[in-house]
């Protein structure tokens, strides 16, 4: 392989690092964009207010020795474009149909975290037209795991260690101080950065909703060495809290860092703020490759006082942000401190189709989570055809999970049955 070969290849392995690093960090602080206040009007400050907004809640909630979240979880698939080919879209008749059966169909997340009493209890039941399809519990407590099926069995089943394949349960729990120091060591990397770089500021008219805004908008620019050695400082950290397997890929993902080969690609971060109170906006980040003439671009607007919405765009014929495809949107609604709405839309242009999932949630800390009582419970290991029966039987009685159960014994060929009653049977099925 010739050098001009050997540093290109160098060059888009370093994009992809970075690229994945900054997708990450960009997912991170999507989630807490709407929280942006007033800053100072400096860009230097800007950016550092910036830093910190964006960190905030992922300090919030280290701070906290309970936690409890409820979810619920909704889908709705469109079409966007019909066949032209036929008087009626074949695609659009599909997903019609696909987007009945998820109108009828919702699931509620229950999650509860005691990190001094290393509890952790997760919830997901599922229902179709306001009727119970399933309802799974996954609990770990007192060092051990558990399964609890609600209406199919009467007791908690435990996970036998031998099955966990030497994972640390308890290890979960110990990660909050480790992700605290971590939290405060990326921040200073990052406005370390910002201290030693440069900035572009000028006026600008940005349209929102419709309207024009008049903004103040200030601009960093980063090029692949800068930004590979932000990636390789962040990652040094990250390789602190890992075991040596985990430590290995980390140090060979940083060897690609320090070669990035010859590379004209660069990230530009805009900030665009109010002139009066200087509140943030909105957010352009937006990753050129000129080597392949192609953007990524992810932009954060605040659409209304508690609302931002964050979309994820590519263009793959040139580097001009203005001709972007969008890709994948997040829509963030706080309605007070402790509860919100998300949706995520994933966007295929060449199928015509948007996915979208809308999530409502509701947050508590602080709050005191009981133990489960498994004084009851039974070893997987020690489960009999008597325990099976009583499984099978009453997913027979829920006419929803028995429609689903005979349909899938149907369209696979495999004969209705109860299983084998044995340990790894269960696995398999």
């Known amino acids: 392989m010739d050098e001009e070969n050997f540093e290109k290849k160098s060059s888009k392995k370093t994009l992809k690092i970075v690229l994945l690093i900054l997708l990450i960090l960009a997912i991170a602080g999507a989630v807490t964009f709407f929280a942006l206040n007033k800053v100072n009007s400096k860009p230097d400050k800007v950016f550092e207010k910036a830093v910190d907004q964006m960190f905030e809640e992922t300090e919030k909630v280290q701070e906290y020795k309970t936690a409890s979240m409820e979810l619920d979880i909704s889908g709705e698939v469109k079409a966007t474009e019909t066949n032209t080919s036929s008087g009626i879209s074949t695609v659009a008749t599909q997903i019609n149909m696909i987007n009945t ?11 509860q975290v005691d990190l001094e009493n290393k509890l952790l209890d997760l919830v997901l039941a599922a229902q179709y037209q306001n009727k119970d399809v399933i309802s799974v519990e996954g609990l770990i407590q007192d060092g051990k795991v558990y399964a609890y099926l609600k209406d199919l069995y009467s007791k908690y089943i435990e996970i036998p260690s031998s099955e966990l394949e030497g994972i640390d349960v ?11 120091n971590l939290t405060k060591d990326i921040k200073e990397i990052l406005k370390s950065k910002i201290e030693d770089s440069e900035f572009e500021t000028e006026k600008a008219e940005i349209e929102i909703d419709g309207k024009t805004k008049k903004v103040n908008k200030s601009t960093m620019k980063l090029s692949m060495k800068e930004l590979g050695d932000i990636c390789y400082d962040i990652l040094d950290k990250v390789k602190e809290q890992q075991d040596s397997e985990v430590k290995e890929m980390i140090t060979e993902m940083q060897e690609e860092l320090k070669n990035p080969g010859e590379t004209e690609n660069y990230m530009n971060i805009d900030i665009y703020s109010e002139k009066t109170g200087n509140k943030i906006v909105k957010v352009d980040v937006s990753l050129v490759n000129e080597d392949d003439d192609e953007v990524i671009l992810i932009s954060g607007t605040k659409t209304e006082d508690k609302t931002w919405e964050i979309v994820f765009s590519i263009n793959e014929d040139s580097t001009d942000t203005k001709d972007v495809k969008d890709m994948m949107k997040m829509v963030i609604t706080e309605e007070n401190e402790n509860e919100g709405k998300i949706s995520f839309t994933v966007i295929v242009e060449e199928e015509g189709i948007e996915a979208t999932v809308n999530i409502k949630y509701k947050v508590e800390y602080n709050k005191d989570i009981e133990k489960k009582n498994v004084r009851n419970s039974i070893n997987a290991n020690s489960m009999t055809e008597a325990d099976f029966m009583e499984i099978y039987q009453n997913a027979q009685k829920n006419e929803i999970l028995k429609s689903i159960i005979d349909y899938v014994s149907a369209t696979s060929g495999i004969v209705n049955q109860v299983p084998n009653p044995s340990y790894n049977n269960l696995y398999n099925y």
Not at 101 to 111: N, P, Q
Not at 170 to 180: D, H, L
């Open 101 to 111: 059966i998820l109108k009828d169909a919702k699931l509620h997340t229950e999650v």
């Open 170 to 180: 308890s290890a979960i729990f110990e990660t909050s101080k480790g992700n605290a």
